[in-house]
């Protein structure tokens, strides 16, 4: 991939990928130049208008965000009372089973 990043650098800066240009931009990156993927990749861009190449390649979207769930709304707090009381008076009725 950086492979494919250094030719384009270089097509930006508008210069003509070649071999020692592309190895020399790879070395700059602290990147372990493999002369035999600097010549595959040369040889395959001969006769490549990268220009053209960039201009019909699709340009990418980005993916809209998920509708959103409507926000729910939060209990009510009379029905948290409600609750609160009924759990209290179970709990009264067990300890009255208890003193009898």
Known sequence: MEYVHAVMLLHAAGKKPDEESLTNVLKAAGVEVDAARV????????????EEVLKAAPSMALPSAPPSAPPTAPPKAEEKKEEEEKKEEEAMAGLAALFG
């Not at 010549?39 to 990268?50: C, H, P, Q, Y």
């Open 39 to 50: 010549k595959t990749l040369l040889s395959a861009l001969e006769g490549v208008n990268i």
